[in-house]
C-alpha cells in the first residue's frame, strides 16, 4: 500500500479560480514533505518544502499546509494560470533519506 | 544552482539493443545519484540508488544486469538499458543529492523518454 495518497487524481478548473489538493502519508519517522510540480515530459521541481514544527510554507501562489498531527498536507494554488497545468505530487521524505512519491493530481486549466 | 542534466532528452531505439543514459550534476558535486522509472500517469518509482565509487543499490525487482549503472565521478551517473525490449519503454528520470551542504533534497533531472521498437 503506498504511504502517500493524493486527492483528487485529477481536477479541471477555469482560469482564475482557486484549488487545493491534498495530501495523506503514513510514512514514520517523518522528516520532511515537499511538493512537486511536474510539467509533462519534465522532471519534477520543487514547490514547497515543510518540515515536522512548521504549519505553512508559500512559494507565489503556491500555500502548501502541513498538520503533522493528522499527516495530512494540502497545496492550495490561487488565482491559478494556464503554466499552472501540470501534475503536482507529494513527496515525503523519512527520517532515512528515502522518498515516498504520492501518484500525483494532474491539474488541467482551461481559459 | 543545484541544477541536474539529462542526456539524451529523447531516444528510440530497436529491441535488443543497448541505451546509455546520462545523468549530470551541473553545478554541485554529488556523491549519490537516483534512477527512477515513470510510466504514464504514474508517479516515480525508484530503481537504483548510485553511489560515486562503488557499486548501485538496486530496488526489489529490478535487474541489475539488464539496467546498468555507472558512478565514475561525483558528478556523471550512467544508467544503460541493456538489450532492451518494448516493455523498458518509459521515462527515465535522476536525481542527485549534494554531497555536502544540502540535507537529503534531491535535485531532478529534465528525464529521458526511452522508445523501444
Same mark, same amino acid.
Given at each position: 500500500k503506498n504511504q502517500v495518497e493524493q486527492s483528487p487524481q485529477s481536477l479541471i478548473i477555469l482560469e482564475g479560480k482557486n484549488c487545493t489538493l491534498q495530501c495523506n502519508y503514513t510514512v514514520s519517522p517523518f522528516s520532511n514533505l515537499r511538493w512537486y510540480k511536474q510539467d509533462t /515530459?519534465?522532471?519534477?521541481?520543487?514547490? =514547497?518544502?515543510? #518540515?515536522?514544527?512548521?504549519? =505553512?510554507?508559500?512559494?507565489?501562489?503556491? @500555500?502548501? @499546509?502541513? *498538520?503533522? *498531527?493528522?499527516? $495530512?498536507?494540502?497545496?492550495?494554488? #490561487?488565482?491559478? $494560470?494556464?503554466?499552472?497545468?501540470?501534475?503536482?505530487?507529494?513527496?515525503? #521524505?523519512?527520517?532515512? /533519506?528515502?522518498? $515516498?512519491?504520492?501518484? /500525483? #493530481? $494532474?491539474?488541467?486549466? @482551461?481559459? | 544552482g543545484a541544477v541536474v542534466s539529462q542526456h539524451p532528452s529523447r531516444v528510440i531505439c530497436k529491441s535488443g539493443t543497448s541505451v546509455k543514459i546520462e545523468c549530470r550534476s551541473l553545478d554541485f558535486q554529488a556523491t549519490t545519484m537516483f534512477w527512477y522509472r515513470q &510510466? +504514464?500517469?504514474?508517479? !516515480?518509482? !525508484?530503481?537504483?540508488?548510485s553511489n560515486e565509487g562503488s557499486k548501485a543499490t538496486y530496488e526489489q525487482g529490478v535487474e541489475k544486469d539488464k539496467f546498468l549503472i555507472n558512478h565514475a565521478s561525483l558528478t556523471l551517473s550512467t544508467l544503460t538499458v541493456t538489450s532492451a525490449h518494448p516493455?523498458?519503454?518509459? &521515462?527515465?528520470?535522476?536525481?542527485?543529492?549534494?554531497?555536502?551542504?544540502?540535507?537529503?533534497?534531491? &535535485?531532478?533531472? +529534465?528525464?529521458?523518454?526511452?522508445?523501444?521498437?
Open positions: /515530459g519534465r522532471g519534477p521541481v520543487s514547490l =514547497t518544502i515543510m #518540515t515536522f514544527s512548521e504549519n =505553512t510554507k508559500s512559494n507565489g501562489r503556491y @500555500t502548501a @499546509t502541513l *498538520d503533522a *498531527d493528522t499527516k $495530512q498536507s494540502s497545496l492550495h494554488i #490561487t488565482a491559478s $494560470q494556464l503554466s499552472d497545468s501540470a501534475s503536482y505530487i507529494c513527496v515525503v #521524505t523519512d527520517s532515512w /533519506g528515502k522518498l $515516498q512519491f504520492g501518484a /500525483g #493530481t $494532474q491539474v488541467v486549466v @482551461t481559459p | &510510466f +504514464p500517469k504514474q508517479s !516515480l518509482m !525508484l530503481m537504483a540508488t516493455e523498458d519503454s518509459s &521515462f527515465y528520470i535522476c536525481s542527485a543529492r549534494r554531497t555536502s551542504g544540502g540535507g537529503n533534497e534531491q &535535485f531532478f533531472g +529534465p528525464g529521458t523518454r526511452l522508445t523501444v521498437l
